[in-house]
């Protein structure tokens, strides 16, 4: 079983900078995409950003060039810097994880219980 625990929001004003990150514990022998997916009131879920080890990183259009996924292997940690935060960023945002936890088992998905992120003045 792994766990994810997301930590790092708050509040912010409109503009300013948060860092997330989720850490991950429990048995994990490889992963597959770590990811961060986000929750507005009344709307449903959207990936945010996500990476794919070993291949590419994406990005929702609404958060290019201002969101930056980056990853600690050592660490199993993801973390998703938020730059230029604008109200329509509020939500609660989640990480979610494709991860192996022994040789020879599939791949599962994980997601954290998020941490909301609220951008107002």
């Known amino acids: 079983q792994v766990q994810l625990v997301e930590s790092g929001g708050g509040l912010v004003q409109p503009g300013g900078s948060l860092r997330l990150s989720c850490a991950a514990s429990?048995?994990?022998?490889?992963?597959?995409?770590m990811g961060w997916y986000r929750q507005a009131p009344g709307k449903e879920r959207e990936l945010v950003a996500r990476?794919?080890?070993?291949?590419?990183?994406t990005y929702a259009d609404s958060v290019k060039g201002r969101f930056t996924i980056s990853r600690d292997n050592g660490e199993k940690k993801v973390y998703l810097q938020m730059n230029s935060l604008k109200p329509e960023d509020t939500a609660v945002y989640f990480c979610?994880?494709?991860?192996?936890?022994?040789?020879?088992?599939?791949?599962?998905?994980?997601w954290g219980i998020g941490t909301l992120v609220t951008v107002s003045s």
């Open positions: 990476i794919i080890i070993g291949g590419s990183t």
């Open positions: 429990g048995s994990i022998f490889s992963i597959n995409t």
């Open positions: 979610n994880w494709d991860v192996r936890s022994q040789i020879g088992m599939g791949f599962m998905n994980y």
